[in-house]
């Protein structure tokens, strides 16, 4: 069936340095593909989002790349912060269908 | 106030009784959902509606019910709680097309003893 596998389950990284999470999707249908980010206590909330067409996109100190070949994606964030610290989610969500299908989530720790 | 809203925010309940979770959204969207989060598996669809006449099974529907009682309004019942019903609970919601993301409540976590 369709899932996305996500890599790493855990991360920690010091504080300034890069943290990288990997998803690789199983639906070659799937053409939108978005990025959340759960704070203890809060639900989780979109931060970057990449469509099919586009094989990269850049928001301050987030990136996604998407490699439609491969079915990988990957979220980027750049001189990590404190307040980068909690647990993100990769999704897929298969053109025609009705539910998004999500990895089983990063948490990342930013050691200060 | 949020967009979405999720009642109670934390609930401890016993072993058999009826409970529901509530939730309600100022987003507009027509397509609401209810999730289950636990640790190491992520989230999994419990139900979804498309809206109010139009209510599906998720891959994890056994032991829940819901009710779509307006546009804004998306409830979970769980009939008789057990302790595998732990969990954290999100409520979320999307436009018509689905395509553009969820907006997530911030979750009611449930405790069954």
């Known amino acids: 069936g369709e899932n996305v596998e996500q890599h790493p389950s855990t991360l920690s990284v010091q504080e300034g340095d890069s943290a990288v999470i990997k998803c690789t999707y199983s639906?070659?249908?799937?053409?939108?593909f978005p990025w959340y980010k759960q704070e203890l206590g809060k639900g989780p909330q979109l931060i970057i989002d990449?469509?099919?067409?586009?094989g990269e996109k850049k928001d301050q100190r987030i990136a996604v790349t998407l490699n439609k070949t491969a079915k990988h994606f990957s979220l980027h964030i750049t001189e990590t912060q404190p307040e980068d610290s909690a647990v993100y989610f990769c999704?897929?969500?298969?053109?025609?269908?009705?539910?998004?299908?999500f990895g089983t989530g990063t948490r990342l720790k930013v050691l200060a | 106030d949020a967009d979405v809203t999720q009642t109670p925010r934390n609930r401890i309940t016993k072993t058999g009784k009826r409970i529901m979770l509530e939730c309600s959204q100022t987003?507009?969207?027509?397509?609401m959902y209810w999730y289950r989060q636990d640790p190491g598996l992520g989230l999994r669809l419990i139900y979804y509606?498309?809206?109010?006449?139009?209510?599906n099974k998720g891959e994890i529907s056994d032991g829940y019910s819901v009710s779509r009682q307006a546009q804004a309004k998306f409830s979970l019942s769980l009939e008789s709680a057990i302790p595998n019903q732990t969990a954290l609970y999100f409520c979320?919601?999307?436009?018509?097309?689905?395509?553009?993301?969820?907006?997530f409540g911030s979750g009611t976590r449930l405790t069954v003893v």
């Open positions: 987003k507009g969207h027509d397509r």
């Open positions: 979320a919601t999307s436009d018509r097309t689905g395509a553009y993301g969820y907006t």
């Open positions: 509606s498309f809206d109010v006449k139009d209510i």
């Open positions: 999704a897929s969500f298969p053109s025609g269908t009705y539910k998004y299908i």
């Open positions: 639906d070659s249908a799937s053409n939108y």
């Open positions: 990449i469509r099919s067409n586009v």
